[in-house]
């Protein structure tokens, strides 16, 4: 045998090469388990270390001579799976990728707050899971909702959508997709979040305190719209409108309208027309309602079959502590698996911020709650919806265990 | 820069995964075990990416981890073979040809065998074998010279009949 016929003999050796069970993230995921635990062990070694030597500073740093050291742990940010997602891939338990069958609606997965709902297009899915810890994530309760379960797996083409679902024990983030892993790192699904659907920022003013005013700009057109409006901008963030790209948002801190640009595009470029923005001075309309949050009154123990429920509002503005009347609920049972409750206090032109009091309201849906989750509508509020009243369980007040 | 890096890593595995895999697997003579250790290679490497990407092709140094973990794979004694009593069932053989091939492969030292597999498979030069094996060029020769003499003996003394 010469060095030809070996090289021949290896390639006929490796002629089939059995697939990789692993994807990329799982390298990355896998790469991050073993960097914490190496942190882990070294900070437990230090304990370990104090405890033997039998310092006791590391526990009380202010009475040690010297400072006690900072050991920083350099622990990866948590993967973000709150929100909407899209199935792209799903496999079977061999691996064998294939796509669910999309013809009633695309696959689709939302993560919100400890409550999972999904559509495989066939049928819906619901469950509960732990926010991840690192790449761990348990989605072992999922089900398929009882009212689809009569549906037979005959009707969905590829595997079934739930019960791989369940097989979900760890989660890995490759360029901005979501991937579900098994236990063993097997790719189970690979997930795209969806486009929320874009919402137009509101002026703080009534519409006959808004003024209109032209532009008449030297050129040449620019490359973008942005690039356009920015030196009219006054410094404001710019938000583009997906679906209509004539038009271009400059918005306040508060998320509110600053100006509404015009902007059109000509053969060298994109030009500012005009924009819209409230006159100067002008009030915010006396008639719109400021927002109020809710939590549930304590001592209730609600079920699937309770009907109604009662609530503490409080108004989440200031307004030197006066909640003030609390409207009538907004009762949103919409779809994904949440009933959405929503309440409102009468405007307020602001006052000192001692924290609002909380008035008790008995809510009554007319229909039980029974496997959704109860939601305060007013987190869907984009002022509101990072706030420590929303954050980090994104409004769910209650869900089935 | 972390997703530049997440990129690059991404892309240079979807290239380089199954290459790894086949090296892998004449060193191991396992399909599954070749995936476990080209995953392991990987995830070794993740973290200094950047560095070794700027060092310019990071094919050698992959290879270099890879045949350090098959080699040390297989000093484990947990993964030693053992002689048995009784026949372990396995994959019933669909070429016998390539099970004699695979198994005349394996009988080859590790050492010599990591050569004959960078220099013949790879294509590596004695110089790059050397570096990736971390050992001498003449090292390299000798290896690669008495790796192909037991090889060869082995294919010579096994009979015909013996690979049906």
């Known amino acids: 045998m010469n060095e030809t016929e070996l090289h021949n003999v290896f390639v006929t050796l490796t002629r089939n090469p059995a697939p990789s069970r692993y994807g990329v993230g799982s390298v990355r995921a896998a790469s991050t388990r073993r960097k914490r635990q190496k942190w882990s062990a070294l900070g437990a070694a230090v304990v370990i270390g104090s405890l033997i ?59 919100d707050g400890g409550v999972l709902t999904g559509n495989s297009g066939c049928f819906k899915i619901a469950g509960t899971y732990e926010p991840p810890t690192g790449d761990r994530l348990d989605l072992s309760n999922v089900r398929r909702v009882p009212s689809d379960a009569s549906i037979g ?41 969806a486009d929320a659907p874009f919402t137009a920022p509101a002026f703080p003013c009534s519409e006959s305190d808004r003024q209109p005013t032209d532009l008449d700009v030297p050129g040449p057109g620019q490359p973008t719209p942005e690039k356009a409006v920015g030196p009219y901008a006054d410094g404001r963030q710019l938000v583009l409108d997906p679906s209509n790209p004539n038009v271009v948002y400059a918005v306040n801190a508060d998320g509110s309208a600053y100006r509404t640009f015009r902007v059109s595009r000509q053969t060298d470029g994109w030009w500012p027309d005009g924009y819209t923005q409230c006159r100067e001075g002008a009030a915010r309309p006396s008639g719109d309602p400021d927002p109020a949050i809710w939590e549930l009154a304590p001592g209730q123990n609600l079920t699937a079959d309770s009907t109604e429920f009662d609530v503490l509002v409080t108004r989440s503005g200031c307004n030197s502590g006066v909640t003030g009347d609390v409207s009538e609920p907004v009762i949103d049972f919409g779809t994904g698996g949440k009933i959405s409750v929503s309440f409102t206090v009468p405007h307020s032109d602001g006052g000192s911020c001692p924290g609002n009091d909380a008035v008790r309201v008995t809510v009554r849906l007319g229909e039980p709650i029974g496997y959704r989750a109860l939601v305060d509508g007013q987190c869907s509020n984009t002022n509101l919806a990072t706030t420590a009243f929303c954050t980090p369980s994104r409004g769910v007040r209650w869900a089935a265990q | ?25 004449l060193m191991c003579g396992d399909w599954h075990l070749a995936d476990d250790l080209v995953q392991d290679a990987l995830i070794k490497s993740f973290p200094k990416w950047q560095r ?15 045949i350090r973990l098959c080699v040390d794979h297989g000093r484990r004694p947990s993964r030693r073979e053992v002689t048995s009593a009784t026949i372990r069932e396995t994959v019933p053989a669909s070429d016998p040809d390539f099970d ?43 290896q690669s010279s008495r790796g192909m003499d037991v090889l060869r003996s082995i294919l010579v003394t096994t009979p015909e009949s013996d690979k049906a």
């Open chain 1, 53 to 111: 030597a039998g310092t006791t500073w590391l526990f009380n740093p202010g009475d040690s001579p010297n400072p006690a050291p900072n050991i920083l742990v350099p622990f990866n940010e948590p993967i973000d799976l709150e929100g909407d997602w899209v199935l792209t891939t799903l496999t079977d338990a061999t691996g064998d990728k294939s796509l669910m069958d999309a013809k009633k609606q695309a696959p689709s997965l939302r993560f």
């Open chain 1, 153 to 193: 797996e005959d009707a969905c083409a590829g595997p079934p959508f739930d019960k791989r679902l369940k097989d979900v024990r760890h989660i890995s983030e490759a360029d901005g997709k979501l991937q579900l892993h098994a236990e063993n790192w097997m790719i189970i699904a690979v997930l795209e979040r």
């Open chain 2, 1 to 25: 820069m972390g997703s530049s890096r997440d990129s690059d890593f991404d892309e240079w595995v979807l290239h380089n995964r199954v290459r790894l895999q086949k090296t892998a697997f």
């Open chain 2, 52 to 66: 070794i990407a700027n060092a310019g092709d990071p094919a050698p140094f992959m290879r270099k981890t890879l």
């Open chain 2, 100 to 142: 004699h091939l695979l198994h005349a492969l394996q009988e080859v030292p590790t050492g010599q065998r990591a050569v004959l597999i960078l220099r013949y498979f790879d294509g590596l030069s004695v110089e790059e074998t050397a570096a990736a094996t971390r050992t001498s060029v003449g090292n390299v020769k000798s």
